[in-house]
């Protein structure tokens, strides 16, 4: 089971660039890297996931290093909206939920 | 149209009664799950069912049983409640990503206090 490191909290001002790093050391071969999202009072929510080099959709980036040891999501431009709590889990295919466990995560707070 | 629902959002309840979460979601997903959020936030698996056949169990009080009828609803049903047993609890579902890991999709939760 690959465990994960990230920043408790970070604060941000609105339209900058968030980065959050996970550290995740003995990732495995067939383990891939997610990000979820969670607002207060509701369930996580699928951001983004990838397995090497670089991913993007429209809601923001994951970078991921060759060694595959840490990974980032980047978030563009935020705004108050985005403050929330950013979890970041590593897992293989098909695992059913098996290895996806939920650290403390990094708790984002977008300040105006 | 919502993906994934639970009922009811909120649960207040006494110590020692018998009380059910129900969940649906409309997705097609063949996986779904039962989380509990305690009060520090930390996000614990609790089952997993894939076709309605029992994947993950883990180290739950067998207080707490999930029920399948079918694979769009996964029921979680808890006898003699404790105070312990309060939190939010999450139901979600997965389907695999094309080449990767399941993709969970996560309801509104459930607020269960015990009295």
């Known amino acids: 089971l690959a465990k994960t490191t990230q920043p408790i909290s970070m604060d941000s001002y609105e339209g900058q660039e968030v980065n959050i790093t996970c550290s995740h050391n003995?990732?495995?071969?067939?383990?891939?890297i997610t990000w979820y999202q969670q607002f207060p009072s509701q369930g996580p929510r699928f951001i983004i996931q990838?397995?090497?080099t670089k991913v993007t959709n429209e809601v923001a980036s994951l970078f991921i290093p060759a060694d595959r040891k840490s990974s980032t999501l980047s978030l563009p431009r935020v705004s108050l909206s985005d403050t929330a709590v950013y979890y970041c889990l590593v897992g293989p295919v098909e695992d059913y939920g098996q290895n996806f466990v939920f650290g403390p995560g990094t708790r984002l707070s977008v300040l105006p | 149209d919502t993906a994934v629902s639970q009922t009811p959002k909120y649960l207040v309840t006494q110590m020692g009664n018998d009380k059910s979460i129900k969940c649906e979601q409309n997705l097609g997903h063949d996986t779904m799950y039962w989380y509990k959020q305690d009060s520090k936030k930390f996000l614990k698996i609790m089952f997993s069912y894939n076709n309605k056949e029992l994947i993950i169990n883990e180290t739950v009080p067998n207080r707490f049983s999930p029920k399948s009828p079918d694979k769009a609803h996964l029921n979680l049903h808890i006898n003699s409640l404790e105070l312990g047993d309060s939190a939010v609890y999450f139901c979600a579902s997965s389907h695999l990503l094309a080449g990767g890991t399941d993709t969970q999709y996560f309801g509104p939760g459930t607020r269960l206090t015990v009295l």
């Open positions: 990838g397995y090497k």
């Open positions: 003995n990732i495995a071969t067939n383990d891939y």
